[in-house]
């Protein structure tokens, strides 16, 4: 990046109507494509995206079952098998943890259409996952 190579995106916040969360499990870039996990105005969760390509917003429906106002679930984004999965698990420390995957399934052509991939656990001293690794590890911390 050289001098003055940055630039301001006008109306963006009335373009993609929603919000971004900064979290860190909430951010994702894959193959030129920036992903939130945003809050939309109508009271749902949706992924933000952007395409570095075109400079273009666009929203990805979550899977319906989902209840993400659910505080007792974290969830998070990753990159799985070169598809964008979504992860969701227990939040409490003390319980034994349950994961659900799910895949962006791109076979259809139509944009935030979803299949669950793996469901796993409960897991006995889980606190959190961390990254996928060579393409099937689920990387993930364990209590002390």
């Known amino acids: 990046m050289g001098a003055n190579s940055w630039r301001e995106l006008e109306n963006v916040d009335t373009a993609i109507g929603c919000h971004p969360s900064w979290a860190p499990s909430f951010v ?20 933000l995206t952007f395409d570095t390509s075109d400079e273009q917003f666009h929203r990805i429906p979550v899977p319906d079952c989902f209840d993400f106002y659910n505080e007792r679930h974290y969830r998070s984004l990753a990159v799985l ?27 259809t052509g139509v944009t935030g259409s979803w299949i669950k991939y793996l469901a796993f656990g409960p897991v006995e001293g889980i606190m959190i996952p961390l990254v996928f690794w060579k393409r099937e590890k689920l990387l993930m911390v364990s209590f002390p």
Do not use: Q, R
Not at 86 to 107: C, G
């Open 81 to 107: 098998k070169e598809s964008i999965v979504l992860l969701t698990y227990e939040a409490e420390d003390e319980v034994h943890k349950s994961f659900n995957i799910w895949m962006m399934d791109e076979s």
């Open 28 to 47: 994702l870039h894959f193959k030129g494509i920036c992903y939130w996990w945003a809050f939309a105005a109508e009271d749902k969760e949706v992924i």
